[in-house]
């Protein structure tokens, strides 16, 4: 683990909140099937919206033969260090209830999700990177997906993270690996009598 990754909280919080971050290097070692079904175990058990469960995933695995199908979906900035991940999951939410009844928390939800899935990760020792940078059109395309049904949010990198593998990726990623993590204040983002004044109990 690197040390400054660690986040440095102020109040104390469960160890896999302060010990995941988002690393761009992983090890070769696969994933074990075990372990890949606990974090999407770990998904599937999040809270949501009249317990719609609008999440999806498509999990592709180095050496699956969909893999360079996902892989493609990645923009270059992404693909330049993601491929070190031997799992890549994309993210789906589903848009609808039901014909005509969006779900205004589809997004929310499968956020939540997410979140499940990384502290499932983190407490197995397994990194997770999320993506925003990444080519839907391609994804929705290689994978059949019809877009008024799903809309696709994201892909995660997943493995093991391994500092040794920095040593393939160019300088401008090496630094970001031992850059502090940072997070605005609470008194930014915690309000009280109206919005933006901070609770006189929060310290
Ligand atoms: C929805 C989402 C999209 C992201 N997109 C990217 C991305 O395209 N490329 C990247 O390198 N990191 C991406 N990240 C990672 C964030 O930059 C990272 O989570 C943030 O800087 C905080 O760092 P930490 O996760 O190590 O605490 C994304 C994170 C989220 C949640």
Redesign the pocket.
Known sequence: MIKE?IASTIHPVIKEISHR??P?AFSDKPVEQEQLLSVLEAARWAASSRNEQPWRFIVARKGDAHYSNLFKGLNE??AQWAFTAPVLIVVLAKKEFKPNRPNQHSWHDTGLAVGNLLVQATHLGISA?????IHPEIITANFHINPNEYDVI?VIALGYQDEKRLAELNESYRELEYKP?ERKPLNEIVFGSKMGKAPVWLK
């Open positions: 990754k971050w988002s761009r900035w992404n990177h999320q993506m925003g940078g994201s993590r």
